[in-house]
C-alpha cells in the first residue's frame, strides 16, 4: 500500500499544495487530475522519491520511502513524460540498461518481446536519435511489459504522443496490472477506455 500524508510542495518560492492526503491499495488506478500547473508532475516526482516534500511523508507498506530507498525502488517503476532515452543507443540497448540501473535483469529475448508488443520490432536495433516521438514514448513504455513483477507503477502522462491503437492496448495493460493486484497511479488529460474503475484525485480540491 502507498500511503500520503499532509504532503506540501515548494517549487521556487511557491507552496504548490498543502496537506495532501492520499492512500493507493492494490489493485487500484489513481489519476492524479487538475488543471495544467497544479503540481500533478510536482506530486508524482514525490511519490516515487525524486524529490523531497517540504512537509509530510510518502510511506510503502507502511515505511517511509526517504528511509528505505532501495526497498522502494525495487516495487516501484516511475515513467516521466520524457521518454529518457540514451540517443546513442538502440532501443534494445536502452531496455537492457534502464533494467540494469534498476538491479533487474532483461533478457535480450525478454526485451525483443517487449519491443514487439509495442510495435518496435523494426526499429530495435536503430539508435533512438531517429526515432519519431511517439517511438520514443513506446521504449519508455515497453519497460511496462517487462515490469509485470513491480507492483507499483507510477506514470507521467503515458498515453501522449501514442496512436489509437497503442492507447488502447496500453489501458488494457494497466487494466491487467491492477487485475493482478498492481498499483497505477498516474496523470493523464486524455478520457482513456479502462476497464478499471478509475479513482480521481483532483489535486486543485486536494490540496489547500
Ligand atoms: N524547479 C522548479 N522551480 C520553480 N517552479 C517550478 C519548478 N518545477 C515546476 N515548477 C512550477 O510548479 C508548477 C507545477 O508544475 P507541474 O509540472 O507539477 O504541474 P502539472 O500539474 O503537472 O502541469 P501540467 O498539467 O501542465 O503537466 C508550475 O507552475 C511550474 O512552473
Known amino acids: 500500500m502507498l500511503e500520503v500524508t499532509e504532503l506540501a510542495c515548494l517549487r521556487g518560492d511557491r507552496l504548490l499544495f498543502a496537506d495532501v492526503n492520499l492512500t493507493v491499495s492494490p489493485g487500484e488506478l489513481v489519476r492524479i487530475g487538475g488543471p495544467n500547473g497544479v503540481g500533478k508532475t510536482s506530486l ?13 511523508a510518502v510511506r510503502w507498506h507502511g515505511r517511509r520511502i526517504d528511509r528505505h530507498r532501495d526497498a522502494f525502488h525495487q516495487d516501484m517503476l516511475y515513467l516521466g513524460h ?84 497503442a492507447v488502447r492496448d496500453l489501458a488494457e495493460w494497466l487494466d491487467a496490472h491492477c487485475a493482478r493486484g498492481g498499483m497505477v497511479v498516474m496523470t493523464t488529460h486524455q478520457d482513456v477506455p479502462f476497464r478499471t474503475a478509475v479513482r480521481l484525485f483532483d489535486l486543485a480540491e486536494a490540496a489547500c
Open 44 to 56: 508524482l516526482r514525490l511519490l516515487c522519491g525524486l524529490s523531497l516534500p517540504e512537509h509530510g
Open 82 to 165: 520524457s521518454a529518457a532515452l540514451n540517443d546513442l543507443l538502440s532501443p534494445i540497448e536502452n531496455l537492457r540498461f534502464a533494467a540494469a540501473t534498476h538491479g533487474r535483469d532483461a533478457h535480450e529475448a525478454t526485451c525483443e518481446a517487449a519491443l514487439e508488443r509495442i510495435g518496435l520490432s523494426l526499429q530495435r536495433d536503430l539508435p533512438a536519435k531517429v526515432l519519431s516521438q511517439g517511438q520514443r514514448r513506446r521504449v519508455g513504455l515497453a519497460r511496462l511489459y517487462l515490469s509485470e513483477d513491480v507492483p507499483l507503477w507510477i506514470l507521467d502522462e503515458p498515453f501522449v504522443a501514442l496512436d489509437v491503437d
